[in-house]
């Protein structure tokens, strides 16, 4: 009797191992974090005019006429109040955190400590802390991500850093360490504008943040091909590219070859690429679908 009395134990174990396997990521899947909707219906995206990669890629129907001049009060200057919802300022904070690397001044929205996700703009050339927190610029945008981030529990963070090189990406380290440590649970994304995508980039070949970042979102930036080496490649952390295709200063072509370098490299890549068809160098920070887009990192982060 003891051989049938070992068969069930092996049958047992392997049952249980089969369980495992089906119900461990649906039990993870259920406590992805799914951020709740904020002003969704203004912010939609426009028409798709064409995609590819199995969605991967899209090109959107961008019109200055629509997207600038009828959603702005004054064109690039204040939107119009729909768009807004400047209660959020409650929850604004401008902070000094001083560390190894330097101070940091920083704009945060939401909360400090146990906050269930956290996303980081860092500017381009010429910008600043105050950028990523302007309500009416940029059709309203930053007003909906700090909604987002407020609404859902989350901290939202817009530093000053000194330059676009090592000390620059030293201190926006050390920021995403300090903030790491207080909310441990939290997801991590960097969204960079223009310039500011060579600190996503060097922050993601680091091993510290390289090892700790969970998305990154390079907007109107520029590439890097020693991404396809970093830390960040190796966990498959996902990267939205968003581009204008008249923008003349990182052309959309030199963009568009890098994300498809990925792909090249890794077919199932988490990567994804919106062309705003006529749009020109700042329309992705405009018109990026914030929510849309961090579900979906959300959804595939290490």
């Known amino acids: 009797m003891a051989f049938p009395i070992l068969l069930r134990r092996r049958l047992s174990r392997a049952f249980l191992a089969f369980l495992a396997a089906i119900i461990f990521p649906i039990a993870a899947h259920a406590d992805t974090l799914t951020l709740k909707p904020f002003k969704d219906d203004v912010f939609a995206y426009p028409a798709t005019l064409s995609s590819d990669s199995n969605g991967a890629y899209t090109v959107l129907d961008y019109r200055e006429m629509r997207d600038i001049n009828q959603r702005d009060e004054v064109p690039e200057k204040r939107v119009h109040a729909q768009y807004t919802d400047t209660g959020v300022r409650k929850v604004q904070q401008d902070l000094l955190l001083k560390t190894d690397a330097g101070d940091v001044r920083h704009v945060a929205v939401g909360k400090t400590q146990g906050a269930a996700v956290i996303v980081l ?17 940029f059709g309203g945008n930053f007003n909906r991500l700090k909604n987002l981030m407020a609404g859902n529990g989350g901290l939202y963070i817009s530093p ?35 310039m500011g995508g060579a600190l996503c980039w060097k922050l993601a070949a680091r091993k510290d943040t390289g090892g700790r970042v969970n998305g990154l979102l390079l907007l109107g930036s520029l590439w890097d091909e020693g991404f396809l080496a970093s830390p960040a490649f190796k966990r498959r952390v996902p990267v939205f590219f968003g581009q204008g295709s008249h923008d003349v200063v990182f052309p959309v072509a030199s963009q568009e070859a890098f994300f498809r370098s990925i792909l090249a490299k890794s077919k199932t890549y988490p990567t994804r690429f919106v062309r705003f068809e006529t749009g020109t160098h700042g329309t992705p920070i405009r018109m990026v679908d914030w929510r849309g887009t961090l579900n979906w990192m959300l959804s595939r982060a290490p």
Request: with cysteine; glycine share 16%; hydrophobic share 35%.
């Open 160 to 194: 000053d850093f000194p330059d676009f090189g090592d000390k620059g990406a030293a201190q926006v380290a050390a920021l995403i360490d300090h903030y790491a440590e207080q909310s441990p649970g939290a997801k991590i994304f960097v969204a960079c504008g223009s």
């Open 121 to 137: 703009y860092l500017h381009g050339q010429g910008g600043s802390r105050k950028q990523g927190v302007d309500d009416f610029t």
